[in-house]
């Protein structure tokens, strides 16, 4: 069951300011205490290979420049492709959780598709379309969490979030346009879900120094219904089209109950 309570960005002010760089770690926030251990903690993704699933074009390489960072790459800047990652510990969808993770999406202008964060019960092979497709497009059991940088006929625009149901990126059941630009510059992402109320919301944060966290969509969305199961596999899908971008993520964290 699904509704939706926000489809334009709620700025928040919910974390205080901090002072992250492409280098720095992810934080967990929200209503999880600080001595819970997280069931999905990269800080890089060093020494991931074991235990993240990685299917079409999605990768573990070093990152250029002076940082030089195990990162998961989920598209490589190639036309079409398409990428997906999963973590083989699967997620109990009747628990709340959150996740937060560090994204940099680059390299083309114009930059072309976007990511997608999903839970699902499609399995670790699980791998949809490009393009407009994001990575998704076919995996019938999900929810994405969409971060969508063009804009393709059924978009608002080129730079928003959306929640989409069943694998179908061509029907948005809530859309949220952040203030900050979800291209070219990177950025942390938070998804939180509460299972009691079923209220999902995701919340963006640029990382310039003094920047604050905005909320840019909440609604309401029975996870275990929609996708089907109690428990699922959670990761990220990335696709390019005929425009293309490189589609990184730099840290990723989950606190949440295993299945």
Do not use: C
């Not at 700025?11 to 819970?36: C, E, H």
């Not at 937060?100 to 114009?110: A, D, I, N, Q, T």
Request: charge should be negative.
């Amino acid at each position: 069951m699904f509704s939706s309570r926000s489809s334009r960005v709620a700025r928040g002010g919910l974390v205080a300011a901090l002072a992250f760089s492409i280098a720095g770690g992810v934080t967990p926030s929200g209503a999880f205490a600080a001595d819970d251990e997280p069931l999905i903690y990269y800080p890089t993704f060093a020494g991931a290979s074991t235990s993240l699933e990685r299917n079409g074009s999605a990768d573990i390489l070093t990152s250029s420049g002076r940082l030089h960072q195990r990162i998961l790459r989920l598209t490589a800047g190639g036309y079409r492709q398409v990428g997906s990652a999963w973590s083989r510990t699967k997620l109990d969808l009747g628990e709340s959780f959150e996740s937060e993770f560090k994204v940099y999406l680059h390299h083309f202008k114009p930059g072309a598709d976007g990511i997608a964060f999903l839970v699902q019960d499609d399995g670790p092979r699980a791998l949809g379309g490009w393009g407009g497709g994001l990575g998704y497009r076919g995996i019938t059991r999900s929810v994405a969490v969409e971060f969508d940088t063009f804009q393709n006929s059924t978009d608002p625009s080129n730079n928003h979030l959306a929640v989409v149901m069943g694998g179908n990126p061509d029907h948005h059941s809530a859309v949220g346009e952040p203030s900050i630009p979800l291209y070219g510059k990177p950025f942390l992402a938070r998804v939180n879900y509460d299972a009691d109320s079923n209220d999902l919301r995701i919340y963006v944060k640029s990382l310039r120094a003094g920047s604050e966290e905005e909320l840019a969509l909440e609604t309401t969305v029975d996870l275990a219904d929609e996708v089907g199961s109690s428990t699922a596999w959670v990761g990220f899908t990335a696709a390019t089209g005929n425009a293309l971008s490189k589609q990184d993520i730099y840290s990723w964290t989950v606190d949440g109950s295993g299945a």
